[in-house]
């Protein structure tokens, strides 16, 4: 009995060491979405209603890992409908604000508001979530990815520890093989799910594959839907002063 009860503590030892850390897990997931250089990208959103395009929208986004903590500085600007181009949004630590040149008056923002669709304010910020949750591993599982391929994965648990995170909890997959990000599931404070989320069409962009569509579903109406598709990819020069609220009606992209 002792042989087996030393055998036993052995096992679930070896299991334990066996098991991925599940910080790290997310950690290298955020690498794969974001370089940790500047960078900038454009992001074309279109939302569709039962499988009909109704509204559109293009941005720039220019982003900026921040010395003090690792998490992105965010600048958005606001390309296409012509209605809002010259409109900007910011992200520096907790704060989000709206910039409109036709007011020139910035305002604070939630990043639960939606944008367009199913995407919110905070889904166009680029993010490091490893910066702004606390990861756990859940299970180890084959999922259906935004291609509708089967793969293995480890399923996280992410809860929110920062007052910026857009999101008070999350389901996330990441693909056992190489870390890649394949699905979310996005909830309020309620525990209602808001959003489900693929990240798919992954492409040699800044120096390694990375995801350039996002599907977002609605987590009431599959059949409300939101595309995010991420293009001109680059590393431009972006000064630190582009992320300081005083600056947004002196911005002129480089």
Do not use: C
Not at 42 to 49: G, H, P, S
Not at 62 to 72: C, E, K, P, V
Not at 236 to 250: G, K, M, N, S, V
Request: net charge positive.
């Amino acid at each position: 009995m002792r042989s087996l009860f030393l055998a036993a503590l052995v096992f679930v030892h070896l299991a334990a060491s066996a098991a991925p850390d599940a910080q790290e897990l997310l950690r290298a997931s955020d690498a794969i979405r974001n370089p940790g250089r500047p960078f900038a990208v454009k992001v074309t959103l279109a939302e569709f209603e039962a499988g009909k395009q109704v509204d559109a929208s293009t941005l720039m986004t220019y982003s900026r890992a921040q010395d003090n903590n690792g998490q992105f500085a965010s600048l958005v600007s606001f390309v296409l409908p012509a209605r809002d181009a010259g409109k900007l949004m910011l992200r520096n630590g907790d704060d989000l604000w709206f910039y409109d040149p036709s007011t020139k008056a910035s305002v604070r923002l939630s990043p639960q508001q939606r944008l367009l669709g199913q995407a919110s304010n905070g889904d166009v910020i680029t993010v490091n979530l490893a910066k702004d949750y606390s990861a756990k591993l859940l299970a180890e599982e084959d999922v259906t990815d935004g291609e509708r391929k089967t793969r293995k994965s480890y399923k996280l648990g992410l809860t929110a520890t920062s007052n910026s995170a857009t999101y008070t909890t999350i389901e996330y997959w990441v693909d056992a093989e190489n870390n890649r990000p394949i699905k979310g599931r996005f909830f309020a404070e309620s525990g209602r799910l808001l959003k489900t989320v693929y990240y798919r069409r992954y492409q040699a962009q800044l120096g390694r594959e990375r995801p350039t569509e996002t599907v977002i579903i609605d987590g009431l109406n599959p059949q409300s839907v939101t595309l995010m598709r991420f293009t001109d990819f680059a590393m431009p020069a972006i000064p630190q002063t582009w992320f300081h609220r005083d600056h947004l009606p002196r911005f002129q992209p480089e």
